[in-house]
């Protein structure tokens, strides 16, 4: 099993920044890729940003060149930079793990983000 615990949501002003936090821990040697998901209200769940353990990497064309993902592998933790929000961006964020291209078997709590205009 892996477990995934967020962090770093809250509320910011538009054009405002933020830092998602994921740490990892458990089987991790189980999992090659992990992701951003976000759900906001009335709106299904969506891809936001991937990256594997080779460094590859997958965004959603919402934030492409605005939310860069990465990982720190000696801290077992996974970022989302999220820069340049606005409102649309407003939504409950998941961290996920599992296999490059498959459903993800892993899944953290969430963390709300909330972007006010």
């Known amino acids: 099993q892996v477990q995934l615990v967020e962090s770093g949501g809250g509320l910011v002003q538009a054009g405002g920044s933020l830092r998602l936090s994921c740490a990892a821990s458990?089987?991790?040697?189980?999992?090659?890729?992990m992701g951003w998901y976000r759900q906001a209200p009335g709106k299904e769940r969506e891809l936001v940003a991937a990256?594997?353990?080779?460094?590859?990497?997958s965004y959603a064309d919402s934030v492409k060149g605005r939310f860069p993902i990465s990982g720190d592998n000696a801290k077992n933790t996974l970022y989302l930079q999220m820069t340049s929000l606005n409102p649309e961006d407003t939504a409950m964020y998941y961290c996920?793990?599992?296999?490059?291209?498959?459903?993800?078997?892993?899944w953290g709590q969430g963390t709300q983000v909330t972007v006010s205009s």
């Open positions: 990256i594997s353990r080779g460094g590859r990497t």
């Open positions: 458990g089987s991790i040697f189980s999992i090659d890729a």
């Open positions: 996920a793990g599992g296999v490059w291209g498959y459903e993800y078997d892993y």
